[in-house]
């Protein structure tokens, strides 16, 4: 995508060929800044922190995460260590697991010597890979949303709700949910985008409005809350949003809130997709609300807010009482039976494991 | 209720017998500031400013701004004008016609000199009314808690999630939905509190949050995201929600969002009450969705956020990328059908017509 004229992946090797570069995505929407992860720790932390975010994007990270760890010490020793350090940073979004997984079964067999490159040859082919599969998505879910259109025709415009960020900053480029979006948009069909909030960490006013408006696609902010009203009075066209992990029945573990965003498109007959990308499903899992751990994060990110003062400086202030406990639930299960079908980068499928596993058979990628 | 040990209303008449004073809740819960209301414009202000807010207070404060109006011109002009201009202070609870029409009724029939002192008699009519109806509704509200409590017996708590702030800062005294909460608090139960912050203007971690600390109920403050979440995991025994306006058929306009945890509370069988106050049913209308005005606000409401800065002062900062919309809607409509039953003053009733109409014959108070 491009920012101010210049385009970027949100991750990319460095001129050295080793260091690896990333969009800091803490500092946005207030700065655009790099920043340059040189060790296996900055790769770790920059997970943990959320400087990278996004299931896809965790999983290039991650990859790149190795790559570092090795730079030093190819040993199977440092793999086994690089491999449990990435992957205990974030525990819901499975694409870290895979990625981590590729990257050791490409690693393990060769001799030490070759792992550095091939580490940095198989984390470029995990980036490229997402762009196309994101590309993919783009290209299945056009149609969808030009039949949409089509069946509209009102001189207005198609709505469309999205939660959270599932867009190029989510992934390496082009992003999973805004990918379809992105492609109508280019292709002339009057779409705008309804934002959620996304509370705590607020990713959806936060990113994906400012890809939206580096894009120039229409769309407005709206608080998590508004979606179900805009929904009873037929203000939502669909809803497309992404996934952090995919189970083999088609149960979607999303950020916090999706769940109750699919309830609401159920009650009034909203069309809800899911853009799936493979390597966000995981095969040994079928019941999303029983088996996929949720992660908690720091109360600090519902209590303290971080933005702009009208002098332009950036300050974090506390919204809430001192004394109030405060819980902080990062992702939500919605269950299949709320899921109009999936967009992935082979087509669309029902949301259930016979749509899985007609497309996929099983295998992911 | 009582503040850090003296007890206070919401609002209540000043040393001079003429003034009113309030506690600005605009400046919660980073300062305890109380404000005086001397004109009618300045009860207007206090109502579209919500330094009052909460349909019940909001009925009060206006019928102390009929009686500001009066001062010094009890005409009948100029309560048309008093009634004209607080009404339109905001579109969607009910309580402010209803208490507007009762400050009319009571007055136009008099000469113009007794009018004055017929309005404060009236005034403090209403807010002991609103005081005795919460109560009552504490006390309907308690046996349905207890029963939950000894059915469910756990070690633990009993878990009950409510939206948005229906304490005793959305009323006078008490509040309605927390009103049965602080009464099962108050007789032993062991209550534990979701309290959903409820964006954009966060009542929950605002006012809610800091309500529960003073009166030393245990609770959690969570993201509007996250109901949905722990109703799938058990984790919420009962939604207890208040009603900016309640149609003849049932249907609750409540603060944007409440709608959602109805339906999550529906798709996981978790009881969904809502504490009803007599005024706060429209007679005049059966469906909610297609009939209630709902309230758009100011746009800054969602992009700004007001908070305390690590060195205590309390700061404006903008959360949100310039350039980018916000539409911001203030309550939305949960259909009967979702409604477990409303705790009235009167007991407890079906979220019907039937169940109303044999509760209170088609008459509010």
Partial sequence: MNVDGKHYRTIWLADDGRA???????????????????????????????????????????????????????SDDRLAEAYDLLHATRPTGINLRWALDEMRSTLTPLPPDQRLAAAYRRAAEICDQDVAINQA??????????????????????????????????????????APIYKAHDAGIPVHVWVDETRPRSQGARLTAWELNHHGVPH???????GGHLMQHRRVDLCLVGTDRTTAQGDVCNKIGTYLKALAAH????????????????????????????????PAEMTDITGRTASGDVVTVTLTPP??????????????????????EKGVCPASREGLRGLFGGRSC
Same sequence: chains 1, 2.
Avoid at 143 to 171: F, S, V, Y
């Fill in 323 to 344: 004394g109030s406990p405060v819980a902080n639930y990062a992702f939500d299960v919605t269950p299949a039976r709320y899921i109009t079908a999936f967009i992935t």
């Fill in 20 to 74: 690896v570069e990333i969009i800091d995505q803490t500092k946005l929407p207030h700065a655009f800044v790099t920043a340059r992860l040189a060790t296996l720790e900055d790769a770790a932390r920059a997970i943990t922190d959320m400087q990278v975010r996004g299931a896809p994007l965790i999983g290039a990270a991650a990859a790149y995460g190795i790559c570092l760890a090795l730079r030093d010490d190819p």
């Fill in 220 to 226: 407005t902010i709206i608080a998590d809350n508004v």
């Fill in 137 to 178: 998505i783009g290209e299945h879910g056009l149609p969808l949303i030009r039949e949409l259109w089509q069946k509209k025709r009102r001189p207005d415009c198609l709505n469309i709700l999205t939660h959270c960020n599932a867009g190029w900053l989510a992934t390496v480029d082009w992003g999973t949910a805004l």
């Fill in 267 to 298: 009650d009034n007959h909203v069309p809800f997709y899911v853009a799936l990308p493979s390597p966000s499903i995981d095969w040994t899992i079928e019941d999303g609300i029983a088996d996929i751990p949720i992660e908690q994060r720091d």
